[in-house]
């Protein structure tokens, strides 16, 4: 397994974890308190503050009884007063035992409300929680660069970080809930303590074969996790397609629903095997351990038990003691189960927090130059080589031309010629692995890219349809000018979506797109024309358009190019298309195979050299006429 360029710490190996490793891992739990604090600091103490409570009451109620035990027995061996009870009442002696009962009701009632409350304080924290693990997940991937997201590795690790965003509700109370159970057996085995000293010793003796267990399943459970992330991944992607709006169209068509549903079945069937061969195993050793507990607790309970015949203990001390230690058997399973359980669970957390660790590379220099604003001389490719991460094919190689300020170029080549990878480099998605590109004599590798994308409108082949009302698919484009209506109207005029827009029933409140109830989808060229709209809503020195056009009929195309010329006065623009029409009225055309220049030059110029454009732009003529 390769490692991301810019996670810091090494990645976790594949293998079993060490015990080191996983005592490392404890080490997540306090990033998810200090996260959990940073949540609600009055509500952790709220929290915190219940359980203190929670946790003393059990000794409490333990002893109340034993005093009302006694009293009992005290009771019972004097001279009655009377046949009544208003005889013993009035002799006062019913006083002390009310008293202890009503000592008693309090606490247990006390305690209930004490649950309760913290029943709702974790559930409202607990929320708040993964609200803020999901914006500080979603606020570091807005700042990775791109290579990550276009890398399988990645995606493996965002989707598991994804799923503890969410799935680690239950850990806040867990942990605090340990806490609680650690300071509740503290009280009572000092009570124990008291009494009888070994019978202390007795009880971890007889849960380390549980502990073992536990660690052991959890590790097995989080490897097999680990390791079929890809294939849940893809679980998660065929579900997906065999199931959604998007696809529904093609795997209707091409009859691809028996042949997902098996691939899906294979996949999924492997992993219930797998799963159920450790639930299994699980099962059967964990009953086999609290046989063992088990026996421990009884053991010592016949040990009390002949401790109060002979009369070492009264009755009081034999309820107390045997109340007390069927508690703390009881405990002791809960705390060393919810180690292990919480031990388990920060691996997860790992993922979640190695996830933080994934750092940018693509980031500004400690002293940024400013894009600047009117370009005015050129942007320079000079001799730029570029390949992606991992890869050792140059996408790229000894790239060098000029787009002159104000100019228009166009990009020609071949699919996977590298169109779409110098519209990468050019906005600083990804920086060259060779030469520089700079612009008016600035290397991009100085500017802050933030900068650089405030300044450069560009729209992708694979540009995104907005879940959102119209307005905000164009908005988004500048978000802070999101209500700007005059500036969206513009947009929309230049890039032809206003036509589109005035079509809708809601007309820029209109929802678009299938997925939300009174959503209106769009056809692909219509859906083209808003993001283009979205393009030029940038204050743009630069645009870029990546097969704009490649949706749009032939008219709508010849007009949103005769528009976005008006637009480009003054401004330069990249234009990459598959379409001679649109090529043509660029001021320079270069001419892509490989990765290299085949040939560059004006459009007539390049006819008149009778190559490889004349060649094609022939060949994509003839096919009119
Ligand atoms: N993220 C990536 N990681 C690795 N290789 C990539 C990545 N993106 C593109 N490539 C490879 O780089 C080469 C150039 O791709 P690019 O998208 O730049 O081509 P293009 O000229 O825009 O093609 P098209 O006309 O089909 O859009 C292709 O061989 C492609 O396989």
Do not use: C
């Not at 009870?85 to 019913?94: H, K, M, P, V, Y």
């Not at 399988?152 to 680690?168: P, S």
Request: glycine share 6%; net charge neutral.
């Amino acid at each position: 397994m390769t490692d991301l360029p810019g996670r810091r710490p090494p990645p976790l190996p594949d293998e079993n974890p060490t015990l080191r490793q996983r005592l490392e891992n404890l080490k997540h739990l306090g990033r998810l308190v200090a996260q959990i604090w940073r949540t609600s600091r009055w509500l952790t103490l709220a929290s915190l503050g219940l359980r203190i409570l929670a946790a003393l009451q059990p000794v409490a109620v333990l002893y109340a009884a034993k005093l009302i035990v006694d009293e009992v027995v005290r009771l019972t061996g004097i001279a009655a007063p009377g046949p009544e009870i208003t005889d013993w009442f009035n002799a006062g002696l019913l006083t002390p035992i009310i008293l202890l009962l009503l000592l008693e009701f309090a606490l247990v009632l006390a305690n209930d409300v004490i649950s309760r409350a913290t029943g709702l304080v974790d559930s409202v924290l607990s929320e708040l929680h993964s609200n803020q693990v999901s914006i500080e997940l979603m606020a570091h991937a807005a700042r990775l660069d791109l290579q990550h997201f276009e890398s399988a590795e990645y995606q493996d690790r965002l989707e598991r970080a994804r799923r503890q965003a969410a799935g680690r509700n239950a850990l806040l109370s867990q942990i605090f809930g340990q806490a609680q159970d650690i300071l509740t057996v503290l009280t009572l085995a000092a009570g124990l303590f008291f009494y009888a000293p070994w019978l202390i010793l007795l009880l971890p003796l007889s849960f380390i074969p549980a502990i073992w267990g536990e660690t052991r399943f959890n590790t097995l459970a989080y490897m097999l996790s680990r390791w079929r992330t890809p294939e849940r991944r893809e679980i998660e992607y065929l579900r997906h397609i065999g199931a959604s709006a998007e696809t529904a169209k093609e795997v209707k068509l091409f009859g691809l629903g028996d042949y997902l549903i098996t691939r899906f079945r294979t996949l999924a069937h492997q992993i219930f095997l797998e799963n159920r061969r450790l639930a299994l195993l699980r099962a059967s050793w964990g009953a086999l351990f609290a046989t063992i507990a088990s026996l421990a607790y009884y053991a010592a309970y016949a040990y009390i038990v002949w401790r109060t015949i002979t009369g070492a203990f009264t009755l009081g001390d034999l309820a107390f003691l045997s109340g007390s230690f069927l508690r703390l058997n009881g405990l002791f399973q809960r705390i060393l189960l919810g180690f292990t359980q919480i031990a388990g669970q920060s691996m997860y957390l790992d993922d979640l927090f190695s996830f933080f660790e994934i750092a940018p590379t693509i980031l500004a220099p400690a002293a940024p130059k400013p894009f600047p604003v009117p370009l005015q001389q050129a942007i320079a490719f000079e001799n730029v080589g570029f390949r992606y991460p991992e890869t050792d094919h140059w996408v790229v190689r000894n790239l060098s031309f000029t787009l002159p300020a104000g100019e228009t170029l166009a990009l020609v080549g071949e699919n996977g010629a590298g169109k779409t990878t110098i519209a990468k480099l050019l906005t600083r998605l990804y920086d060259p692995s060779e030469g520089r590109i700079t612009i008016d004599g600035i290397d991009l590798r100085n500017m802050d890219p933030r900068d650089i994308h405030a300044h450069v409108g560009v729209i992708f082949q694979d540009f995104i349809r907005y879940s959102f009302t119209a307005r905000d698919n164009i908005g988004v484009g500048r978000i802070e000018a999101r209500q700007d209506q005059a500036r969206i109207d513009q947009a929309a005029e230049q890039s032809l979506a206003d036509g589109v827009i005035a079509k809708l029933p809601q007309g820029y409140d209109q929802q678009l797109g299938r997925l939300f109830k009174k959503g209106r989808d769009l056809s692909g060229g219509e859906w083209q024309k808003v993001a283009i709209a979205r393009a030029y809503m940038r204050d743009a020195e630069l645009i870029i358009l990546d097969e704009p056009t490649a949706a749009l009929d032939a008219k709508a195309e010849a007009e949103v190019f005769a528009r976005f010329k008006s637009l480009a006065q003054g401004k330069s623009a990249v234009i990459i298309s598959h379409r001679f029409s649109t090529v043509r009225m660029a001021d320079r055309i270069l001419v892509l195979d490989n990765g290299a220049i085949l040939e560059a030059g004006t459009h007539e110029e390049l006819l008149a050299r009778k190559g490889r454009y004349a060649e094609l732009f022939e060949l994509q003529a003839a096919g009119y006429r």
